[in-house]
C-alpha cells in the first residue's frame, strides 16, 4: 500500500434508480484514500457494479454526489473523456468490453485514444500483455480465445490506459487459481506504482489479505467500511451480507481467544507465527532479474520483469505464484528460500516482513549479486 493524503473518489448520499424503479444505490458514501487497495464484498445485486459505473461516469446519479480528485464528476463529454483518462473500469464480463476483433488492437484502442506516439502505444501493449501472460495470442481472434484469456485482454486493455484508478469488477472469476493469484500481483504492481485498485469479489479470503480497505454493500447500502480485520470481525454484518469469515482471521481469532496470541495477522504465514514451536527460521536469499546464479531451497518469482527474466531464461520455479507469501511460509517452516522480486515490489515484502517482525522474528534477508 502507497496512501497518500487524500481521498481520490467519493461519493455523498449517492442514490440511483434503474429505469424500471430498481432503486439499486442507497445514501451511499464512501471515500476512496488515494492510493489505496479497496475490496467491496457483497451479495449479488448489492449494487457494486452500479456503484462502479458511477466511479467513471457510465451512469449518472439520480440523486447525491461523486467527486473525483475533490471535484465533481461532470457528465459533459470533456468532463468523461478526461475521468475516462485516469478511471479505468473493467467490467465483470470481459465481452461487454471488447469491440475489437484482434488482441492488439483491443489492447491499443484507449492508449490511441488518449493520442500517444506509436512507439508509446506499442511499449503498452506490449507491457500489458506481458502483465497478463497473453503475448503469444497478440495476433489471435478475440472470439477464438477462452472466457478467461478474453478477461485478461480485458484486464490488458486497462492495464495499457497506466490508470490513476484501476477499478475491476469481479476481476477474478472464470479465472484459473494460478491466473487468480498472478492478478492480485498484477494488482499489487499497478499499486506500488501510485495508483489506486478497486476490486469487488467474493472472495473473502483474497479480500482480508489483500485489500486495505474493506466496503461492505448489502441492498444498495453501505454496511461497513474499515480495515479487513475490522469488518470481518463484525459477525451481524458478515451475516447481513451473507459472508463467511475468511479462514486466516477465524484461525487468529480462535488463538487470541485461548491467549495464544493477540496479533490478527492476515496470511496463512501468520498463523504459522502465532503456533511456532521453537522452529530457527530460514534466509530469504532475493534476486533480481539478470541473476542466474545459486539459489536457496525452493524458488518463487514476484512482479513482471522477474518473471520475464525467469521464462527467458529457462529458471525453474517452484513458487510461481503468491510467491511472497509461500517464501516466508517456507522460512518459518525452518527452511532457506530464494525470491525472484522487482524492485518496484519491495515494499511488498518490506510489508510482509514487518507483520513478522510484529510476532517478535526477524527474517535474515541477503540481496545476491
Ligand atoms: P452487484 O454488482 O453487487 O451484483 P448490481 O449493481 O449489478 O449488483 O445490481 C444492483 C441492483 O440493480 C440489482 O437488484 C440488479 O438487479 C439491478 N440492476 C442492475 N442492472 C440493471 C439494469 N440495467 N436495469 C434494471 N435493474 C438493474
Not at 472469476?173 to 493469484?181: F, I, K, Q, T
Not at 521453537?278 to 525452493?298: A, H, Q
Not at 510489508?351 to 534477508?365: E, S
Request: charge should be negative; include cysteine; charged fraction near 25%.
Amino acid at each position: 500500500m502507497k496512501i497518500e493524503m487524500g481521498t481520490i473518489l467519493e461519493t455523498k448520499d449517492l442514490n440511483y434508480r434503474y429505469e424500471g424503479g430498481k432503486h439499486a444505490l442507497k445514501n451511499v458514501s464512501v471515500k476512496i484514500p488515494t492510493g489505496c487497495k479497496v475490496a467491496f464484498v457483497g451479495p449479488n445485486g448489492a449494487g457494486k457494479s452500479t456503484l462502479f459505473m458511477h466511479f467513471n461516469g457510465i451512469l449518472k446519479q439520480t440523486d447525491g454526489i461523486v467527486e473525483y480528485n475533490s471535484k465533481k464528476v461532470e457528465h459533459s463529454k470533456k468532463g468523461l473523456i478526461e475521468l475516462r483518462k485516469d478511471v479505468t473500469f473493467v467490467m465483470q464480463n470481459p465481452d461487454d468490453q471488447i469491440f475489437n476483433v484482434i488482441v492488439e488492437d483491443d489492447i491499443a484502442f484507449g492508449p490511441f485514444n488518449l493520442d500517444l506516439p506509436m512507439d508509446e502505444i506499442r511499449k503498452r501493449v506490449d507491457e500489458a500483455l506481458k502483465m497478463v501472460g497473453m503475448e503469444n495470442e497478440r495476433k489471435r481472434p478475440i472470439h477464438h480465445l477462452s472466457f478467461g484469456q478474453r478477461k485478461r485482454i480485458a484486464v490488458a486493455s486497462a492495464l495499457a490506459m497506466h490508470p490513476k484508478v484501476l477499478i475491476m469488477d469481479e476481476p477474478t472469476a472464470g479465472l484459473d487459481p494460478e491466473m487468480v493469484h498472478r492478478l492480485y500481483e498484477i494488482a499489487d504492481e499497478v499499486n506500488m506504482s501510485g495508483s489506486t485498485v478497486i476490486i469487488s469479489t467474493h472472495d473473502v479470503e483474497t479480500a482480508y489479505s489483500w485489500a486495505d480497505l474493506v466496503i461492505v454493500l448489502v441492498n444498495g447500502e453501505v454496511l461497513a467500511q474499515g480495515t479487513p480485520a475490522e469488518v470481518f470481525s463484525m459477525k451481524d454484518v458478515l451475516d447481513k451480507a451473507g459472508l463467511s469469515v475468511p479462514m486466516v482471521h477465524g484461525l487468529n481469532e480462535f488463538m487470541s481467544t485461548n491467549g495464544r496470541s493477540n496479533i490478527y495477522g492476515r496470511t496463512m504465514s501468520t498463523v504459522l507465527l502465532n503456533m511456532r514451536r521453537g522452529v530457527i527460521p530460514g534466509t530469504l536469499y532475493v534476486m533480481r532479474p539478470g541473476y542466474t546464479g545459486k539459489v536457496y531451497g525452493r524458488t518463487g518469482v514476484y512482479g513482471s520483469a522477474s518473471r520475464s527474466f525467469i521464462e527467458s531464461n529457462n529458471i525453474t520455479i517452484q513458487l510461481g505464484f503468491n510467491a511472497i507469501e509461500r517464501c516466508v511460509e517456507d522460512i518459518l517452516n525452518g527452511n532457506d528460500a530464494s525470491l525472484y522480486l522487482d524492485t518496484s515490489l519491495d515494499h511488498v515484502l518490506d510489508r510482509k516482513l514487518l507483520d513478522v517482525a510484529a510476532h517478535g522474528i526477524t527474517i535474515a534477508v541477503e540481496e545476491c549479486h
